[in-house]
């Protein structure tokens, strides 16, 4: 099965112009300039597919390396399976996930690790990959990591907040850092004084304060600052390389920012909800049916910022700096009726997420039409970085010849209305939609993973199963 893609323009990290690029198979086999024959070979003639993409933007794939399907999280499970989860992926133009194996205190790590490949094997819609959370960190999961990145797992989460849950205290996420400092893996942290909060929760439940809005005012940035710098410091001892999710408050990018220009191996990454929405959105949101439970719909975390502190600017402003690296949704959804709902009478039961796998490519796409990033910086933090990030890079996160044929053709005259309102759609697996009534100016019109057509003028054209695992190396940043 040959493709081509013709007269659009090129998109990398690097530069866009007009360019044909050729599909052989799974593979990008060549990218010449507009018309050309090679070697006096009509091209148009001999393959089997031509996609027209004038005037439309021809872009590596989306990569979103945070996402939660089918997670067992707050007494209940992430309502998007990888099938239906990596579906709606592929519907806004992301091509591969980075998904993460959950082990809880008290299980085996490559026990879990077994248990999540059989979740998603057969199921998934496009290519995926896994990064491995460690609650309690055992001597077993240590000699797990080394195993594990021989595997292709080379990225381990931690988590700083949620007590009981997945909380590592200070000495174990030491122990997991020298571990990573060894193999050249990559520490992720969540970071948020989980002590903190949850004496400002039980405090503000016990004050008759059970609102949804007081999730994000039990969490408050100093809680995030704290815990980064506390992360950056520990990663500083101990040599290994950091990666800090879901950055929410601007004062955590500054510690981020602060240990880059010292030369430390740190990284950020934040969320389209960090960008778009705030406390106050949330304060505001009410309605017929649910009343001010209503905020639940933007009930994760990190939380979303009150707009009058400067974080969203604060975020862009950082994108385009690069003291953020790049952009995942952190995508963990859970419907209103039967799951959000446990939370009514008391935020803290509510279950912590939102889900936004499918809008990440047209949200950050936004940001240059509002002209917040430049064309090629879009490509970079939602695709190019990701796949250098967590090891996948010239397969993944670029148009050239060798690549992967996952490519997205974006056409910038089109429009997108997300939600599920009248004539509004989305494919996750909810029962609203966290983005309902953002418009973007621009559309996902056709998907290829790894050459075939999975999206084409929103329609789902794959299969699940198409997807395959991804074995990742070590992150590209690293020296
Ligand atoms: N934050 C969320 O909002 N959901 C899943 C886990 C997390 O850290
Ligand atoms: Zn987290
Ligand atoms: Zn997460």
New binding site residues.
Partial sequence: MKTLIKNGTVVNATGSGAADVIIDGETIAAVLAPGSTLLGFDLEANVDTVIDAAGKYVIPGGIDAHTHMQMPFGGTEASDTFETGTRAAAHGGTTSIVDFVVQYAGENVLDQYALWQQKAAGECAIDYGFHQILSDVQDSSLTAMDELVAEGVSSF?L?MAYKGVFLSDDGQIVKAMQKAASNGSMIMM?AENGSVIDLLVQQAVAAGNTTPYYHGLTRPWQAEEEATHRAIMLAHLTGAPLYV??VSAKQAVEQIATARDRGQNVFGETCPQYLYLSLEDQLGATSEEWGDFEGAKWVC?TPLRSKHEGHQHHMWQSLRTNDIQMVST?HCPFCMKGQKDMGLGNFSKIPNGIGSVEHRMDLLYQGVVDGQLSLERWVEVTSVTPARMFGMYGKKGVIQPGADGDIVVYDPNGHTSIGIGEGKTHHMNMDYSAWEGYEIDGHVDTVLSRGSVVVDDNRYLGRKGDGKYIKRGLSQYLI
């Fill in positions: 989460k988590f969540h999710v879901h975390s952190d």
